[in-house]
């Protein structure tokens, strides 16, 4: 898969010295959705509670509590549309490399390089029936406290136990030698979303993004709906709230601004689509401490 791709998520996950975050996410309330997304990190997502239509690399699962997403890095996922009910999950996101040796030893040419360059792949999705699922939890949660609790030395517990989730890993669930799938389309849904990406504080016309594929702007309009399970002007329109969102949290800038810095000319409709996704206003939001956002 071509790195240069779009949808990349532009968010640092953690710090240069410790490169993995953790988020817990509750939808709808308070996040609005999670549109289809890469980034060059693994994540490892457990489902606490309710269930979601859950969009990977052009397939469509349906996750449910007890549930694990194991996603490495740049496969496109995301929820698509909001779930009707409350479902809340806990991710970890991180750089492979944090795990990797300088010096090549076998743990990583046989067991961590192959994940982090795609030749292995581990099911994206792992059922809470599975019978690895019970061992994954333990350890995830053991991950989940460390890390909350940041003890004195914590980084190298969490490191320790990434190990030993990875270990889980290859003893209990198969693992395939593969190669991407349907990657022209995965390459060309990248395009897209890093124009968007790249474009989103300026005005952007459906032309303008079935040009970036070659396309004609009806075959791209049944296109991005068929794999991202939503409208390219609605994607567009969940990335800048999602942006707006962002400034909201770390500057201090008006709610105008911000709109206007986001790609919304039009400030009361702002106003509204953002009350519609996050549940409360731009002024309310600014002033809760709820919501986690990794777009």
């Given at each position: 898969m071509n790195k240069n791709a779009n949808l990349f998520e532009r968010v640092q996950h953690g710090s240069v010295m410790f490169p993995l975050e953790y988020y817990h996410c509750v939808?709808?309330?308070?996040?609005?959705?999670?549109?289809?997304?890469?980034?060059?990190?693994?994540?490892?997502?457990?489902?606490?509670?309710?269930?979601?239509?859950?969009?990977i690399d052009l397939q469509t699962y349906q996750i449910q509590e007890g549930d694990f997403l194991l996603l490495p890095p740049e496969m496109l996922h995301g929820t698509g549309e909001?779930?009707?009910?409350?479902?809340?999950?806990?991710?970890?996101?991180?750089?492979m490399d944090m795990l990797e040796s300088q010096r090549q030893d076998?743990?990583?040419a046989r067991f961590l390089a192959p994940l982090t360059g795609g030749q292995?792949?581990?099911?994206?999705?792992?059922?809470?029936?599975?019978?690895?699922?019970?061992?994954?939890?333990?350890?995830?949660?053991?991950?989940?406290?460390?890390?909350?609790?940041?003890?004195?030395?914590y980084e190298?517990?969490?490191?320790?136990?990434?190990?030993?989730?990875?270990?889980?890993?290859?003893?209990?669930?198969?693992?395939?030698?593969?190669?991407?799938?349907?990657?022209?389309?995965?390459?060309?849904?990248?395009?897209?979303?890093?124009?968007?990406?790249?474009?989103?504080q300026r005005p952007v016309t459906v032309q303008e993004l079935a040009e970036v594929c070659h396309f004609s702007e009806y075959h791209f309009m049944r296109f991005f709906k068929q794999h991202t399970n939503m409208t390219s002007i609605e994607y567009l329109n969940q990335?800048?709230?999602?942006?707006?969102?962002?400034?909201?949290?770390?500057?201090?800038?008006?709610?105008?601004?911000?709109?206007?810095?986001?790609g919304f000319n039009n400030v009361s409709y702002f106003n509204r689509?953002?009350?519609?996704?996050?549940?409360?206003?731009?002024?309310?939001?600014?002033?809760?401490?709820?919501?986690?956002?990794?777009?």
């Open positions: 939808f709808p309330f308070g996040l609005g959705n999670l549109p289809v997304h890469w980034h060059k990190e693994f994540e490892i997502t457990y489902v606490q509670k309710g269930s979601c239509t859950y969009q909001d779930p009707e009910q409350e479902f809340v999950t806990d991710s970890f996101v991180f750089r076998s743990c990583t292995f792949r581990f099911p994206a999705y792992l059922s809470a029936g599975n019978p690895a699922a019970g061992l994954l939890r333990d350890s995830f949660e053991k991950i989940r406290r460390t890390f909350l609790g940041k003890s004195f030395g190298l517990e969490i490191k320790a136990e990434l190990y030993h989730f990875f270990f889980l890993l290859y003893r209990y669930v198969p693992y395939q030698r593969t190669e991407p799938e349907h990657p022209e389309i995965t390459q060309k849904l990248k395009l897209v979303l890093q124009f968007i990406q790249d474009h989103y990335y800048r709230l999602e942006m707006a969102a962002r400034r909201l949290k770390v500057t201090d800038f008006s709610v105008t601004s911000i709109a206007l810095e986001s689509i953002f009350k519609k996704k996050f549940g409360v206003t731009p002024r309310e939001y600014r002033s809760c401490s709820s919501g986690i956002h990794r777009l």
